[in-house]
């Protein structure tokens, strides 16, 4: 430009004076029309002025503006002189893009209230007379903003003068410093509009977020998309924010971090107010939409050196951070290696070698869109490894993240995990997986392999291919061998036709794609499936009809002699097979006369709990005799979106431990993949719930349930016996320590796979191992089965002695010999200090698998109380070494039939209520003599109580002075009248 020489050569300090004489004209000659335009000072203190009696003042927040507002205009305006330096070229090199739509002025330049460029959805649904506009967050705001651009004009032009260069007009004010916003104004329809698109690169990953506001919607909700497209400009993916309705304030809506589909060549922003799903429309209500952005990421990929991130225990691991688009700048990755826990085991910070040279600063360009960018320098792959530190049994992760001055923190992770073997062999037990149609994830070759290494027994696999597809045949059938060669169990699966064979059923939509309407004609779907099953049948017996939960053929009437016919229809010349069908669990099972299935896949949405899965087997077995069809089930884990992780490890494992003691063939995860219900990542890799799936099934897959054990510690338990092998699985809603002896080669295993030795720990008494127990199962391995056999057999006879004190009471202990030889031995009862025994130790010997029962004379003494106690029983067994069992069994004393509960409150006026509840579930009436007694100091009090049989009573008794009796402890004496009963009854007096 002809004037801008001059004003190059023209010092900083002039550019200031410039800026001053601004700030001076302006104040002097807006003050003035401000005040003839009748405005006051207050209406601009949000805009960086403040008033003083008559005189206007601009602070210091207002003249940065008028500063940064000079500058602006002196860039566009004047020329600036090329620079070849170093400095030049560093400062070119640019960030990563960023896309943004703020409805500020630059998108309304055609100042007609809508954004520039684009396109409104028309039609039917979406109506013309939905407003749709730009405005003002605060209009009130924005009209005191136009009021000074009006007022900025005389002085602009008078600054013109002595600037002939400057713009006709001055820079708004308003443009500057108002926030505006599209706002949709509601009258029933829908409404959508769209963006124009701009360029997308597979190079880069996206965050796209929006601001939304909604007022009054009843029915409608907004929600703002992120669309790709390919090069015809046809919609290939979108990721859509959270739907907004009723009333809320403004909200940032997040899509976090997406890579565009393959063929993506652009992408776009759609903003969207729909009807709800059942039709119903908002008549009034307001939207708003701001801040649309699309923020530019570079894809990081961190990636381990076995695919599938499974590893043998000493195995090197390796892990490669990849980098596309990674921008100047950001040179080094930072890598963190964590475990189940997300503790962080180790970390290095890795250099990134940059492989790609940066683009000119005469490659940055305006984007198609209009939306001005800055343009990325140009990048190639980059990669970093690291060489992981040796790592145990277990779960874990590597997180990475991008370092650098002018790079958004970017981080991702990959995981994997460590096993060993835990028990020698090929998965054995009820345990598998379905495998969906696209778990050719894992190379045919080492499907397998990989399977069984990860504790899968039993296989589903979709089968259903094109009569003419020999390939898909030939790789079928080979696969099915290879999971034969590995030990698995292999069921095919007849779930959905290719889809170019779909037409051919005559089906009336995609709601019948099931498989009571697949194989409805058998003229339609013999031809098809034949090739298939003559060649199959001779790798696979058995065969599903339907996908899991298909349970379509539910209700179909003469169900036996359908499946009989297409049983019969899939054989062709192939061998016979066995079929299998899906069935819901709340529906009862039919007899076994009306059957002709072999096995039936049982089901429930949402999955039974543990209690729940045990009540239903135990009710299916009962009404079974053991002939008719196999029962399988679906065994997946509960929603990652609403369970904790433990809650959904103690829920899949205590399920998987129930399936254990029923007649159950096979246990199906239905989608391993599944990202919400599943073991594996969508990407195949291991998540959080594989190692205890794995770790459950290897431990307790061939074992049977057999019982459990009383534990001191009241821990619960299962124990599982198989041949010469035991496994007993312990957990415990609070944290508690169980010790008793399980033998001396007793090893602790966590749901990770994790190892931990068990060491006896000496003691005069009772030498035992100390085990932490917690809400997470865990495993006790190495314990001697017939040991935790013979403590399941221990029982006391009777479990009750009646409060006759004084009296001789009988009592008896009856145990077991579980093993192959005679056991000798001695057994002895530890009782309280209030009881007596004439004989408290006894001898005893027994032949293989018998029992016996050693007598035992008990006296409960005058102090003795009722209640629930804990006895000891210990065994000495001569064996080399001899061995020293305790095993702890409940007794309660106290009359049979009589419920006594006790309850106190200290009430206003420091007064202490004893409430007595007394229910009689005999069949006679009983009388009682109650005496309360205090601490000692007070006296004591005294109500008689009679209850007839069936009924509760309640009696009273209040204390003064109360408070002194809180924390201390009173005793009931009930003296049964006409009887020789005495109840001893302790309370501890609480508020």
């Keep these: 430009m002809g004037d801008s020489r001059p004003m190059i050569g023209t010092g900083i300090a002039d550019i200031l004076r410039v800026a001053q004489r601004i700030s001076y004209m302006v104040a002097s000659g807006l003050g003035s029309h401000l005040r003839r335009s009748g405005l006051r000072c207050a209406d601009f203190r949000g805009a960086g002025l403040h008033g003083n009696g008559r005189r206007l003042v601009f602070n210091g927040a207002f003249r940065v503006a008028s500063l940064s507002l000079l500058f602006a205009l002196l860039g566009v305006c004047f020329s600036v002189a090329d620079d070849d330096s170093n400095e030049s070229a560093a400062v070119a090199i640019t960030e990563l893009k960023s896309f943004v739509w703020d409805f500020s002025r630059k998108d309304d330049q055609g100042f007609d209230g809508e954004p ?6 028309t039609g039917d649904s979406y109506p013309s007379y939905v407003q749709y506009q730009i405005v003002a967050r605060d209009p009130d705001f924005e009209r005191n903003m136009l009021k000074i651009d009006s007022s900025t004009l005389r002085p602009w032009l008078k600054l013109r003068s002595q600037f002939p260069s400057l713009p006709a007009l001055p820079p708004s004010i308003a443009d500057m410093t108002v926030d505006r916003f599209v706002r949709i104004e509601l009258d029933g329809g829908q409404f959508t509009a769209q963006s124009p698109s701009i360029e997308a690169s597979r190079m880069y990953q996206y965050r796209f977020s929006a601001d939304i506001m909604t007022k009054g919607l009843r029915h409608d909700t907004a929600r703002a998309e992120l669309v790709f497209l390919d090069e015809s400009n046809q919609e290939l993916a979108r990721h859509s924010t959270v739907p907004r309705g009723g009333t809320s304030d403004w909200t940032s809506c997040q899509v976090e971090l ?64 990849k980098i596309m688009g990674l921008p100047a700048g950001a040179s080094q990755i930072q890598f963190r290696l964590l475990d189940h826990d997300n503790r962080e085991l180790a970390s290095e910070l890795l250099s990134v070698n940059h492989r790609g040279d940066p683009v000119s600063k005469d490659s940055a360009s305006k984007d198609s869109a209009g939306v001005l960018a800055e343009t990325a320098p140009r990048s190639v792959d980059s990669d970093v490894t690291w060489q992981l530190p040796h790592v145990d049994v277990g779960f874990y992760r ?48 080492e499907l397998g392999p990989w399977l069984s290494s990860l504790g899968v027994a039993w296989v589903k696999y979709p089968c ?26 292999t069921v095919g699966m007849l779930d959905l036709p290719p889809e170019s064979q779909i037409a051919k059923y005559n089906l009336r939509g995609r709601r019948d794609l099931v498989a009571a309407q697949l194989f409805r ?118 929603e990652k979106s609403r369970y904790d992780r433990d809650s959904r490890i103690r829920d899949l494992v205590l399920r998987m431990a129930t399936v254990r003691g029923h007649r159950v063939q096979a246990a199906f995860v239905s989608d391993p993949h ?9 990407g195949g890799r291991p998540d959080e719930l594989l190692l205890p799936w794995r770790t459950t099934s290897r431990l307790i897959g061939n074992l049977r349930k057999t019982g459990s054990l009383q534990l001191q510690s009241g821990a619960q338990n299962t124990v599982f016996v198989g041949g010469d092998r035991a496994v007993l699985m312990l957990w415990s809603a609070e944290p508690t320590e169980e010790k008793i002896y399980l033998g001396d080669n007793v090893q602790m295993v966590d749901v990770w796979g994790r190892v931990t030795e068990l060491p006896v720990h000496p003691d005069p008494v009772q030498p035992s191992q100390h085990i932490s127990i917690g809400p997470v199962p865990i495993f006790i391995v190495g314990a001697d089965p017939s040991l935790l056999l013979f403590r399941m057999s221990v029982a006391l006879q009777p479990t009750q002695l009646d409060s006759l004190l004084g009296l001789v009471q009988p009592l008896r202990v009856k145990f077991t010999n579980p093993t192959r030889e005679s056991m000798v031995g001695t057994v002895r009862i530890l009782t309280p200090p209030s009881w007596a025994i004439t004989t408290p130790i006894r001898n005893w010997e027994m032949l293989s698998g018998r029992s016996t029962s050693e007598p035992f004379e008990v006296v409960l003494s005058n102090v003795a109380k009722i209640g629930t106690y804990d006895v000891p029983l210990q065994f000495e067994l001569e064996t080399v070494p001899p061995k020293l069992i305790t095993v702890h069994r409940s007794l309660i004393v106290g009359p049979e039939g009589l419920d006594i509960k006790i309850l106190t409150r200290l009430l206003r006026g420091n007064e202490l209520r ?63 009248q006409d009887g020789s009963r005495v109840l001893n009854y302790p309370i501890d007096v609480t508020r």
């Excluded at 992408?267 to 009807?275: A, F, L």
Aim: charged fraction near 25%; glycine fraction near 8%.
């Design 521 to 638: 004609d058998v003229a339609t779907w013999q031809p098809l499936l034949e090739p298939l099953m003559t060649r199959l049948t001779l790798k696979v017996r058995t065969w599903q009809l339907g996908a899991d939960r298909d349970h379509s053929f539910l209700g179909r009437p003469r169900l036996r002699d359908s499946i009989n016919a297409i049983s019969t229809g899939l054989q062709g010349f192939g061998q016979p097979i066995d079929v299998a069908i899906s069935w819901p669990w709340l529906e009862e099972e039919l007899d076994e006369s009306e059957t002709s299935w072999q096995a039936i896949c049982r089901s429930s949405d949402p999955s039974l709990a543990a209690h729940e899965l045990d009540a239903f087997l135990g009710l299916e077995e009962s009404h079974s005799r053991g002939s008719g069809p196999r029962t399988w089930l679906l065994l997946d884990p509960i």
């Design 398 to 445: 590597v997180a990475a993240s991008i370092v650098g001055k002018r790079a958004s923190t970017l981080s991702t992770d990959v995981t994997f995990v460590v096993i060993d073997d835990l028990v020698g062999g090929p998965p054995h037990g009820p345990f598998g997986w379905t495998l969906p149609r696209g778990s050719s994830q894992v190379p045919a070759r």
């Design 914 to 976: 004893v409430q007595i509840e007394i229910t009689n579930r005999s069949n006679r009436t009983q009388s009682y003599d109650c005496l309360l007694f205090p601490p000692p100091g007070r006296q004591y009090q005294r109500r008689f109580v009679t209850i007839e049989p069936g009924e509760t009573t309640r009696r009273e008794i209040f204390w003064p002075n109360g408070g002194e009796l809180v924390g201390k402890r009173m005793l009931l004496r009930a003296v049964e």
């Design 674 to 682: 599944s990202e919400e219900n599943g073991l594996l990542r969508p």
């Design 464 to 489: 259903w291919f094109s009569p003419t597809d020999t390939v898909a045949a030939e790789e079928t059938a080979a696969l099915l061998t290879r999971f034969q060669d590995n030990g698995l169990q």
């Design 116 to 121: 520039d460029g684009w396109k409104r959805a």
């Design 258 to 321: 997406v890579r565009p589909p393959v063929g993506a060549k652009s992408m776009m922003i759609r903003i969207m107010v729909q009807r709800s799903e059942d039709g119903l429309e908002d008549i009034r209500g307001t939207i708003g939409f701001d801040n649309l952005r699309i923020e530019q990421y570079p894809q990081l990929q961190v990636v381990t050196d076995q695919t599938r991130g499974v590893y043998r225990v000493g195995q090197p691991i390796t892990t490669t951070a």
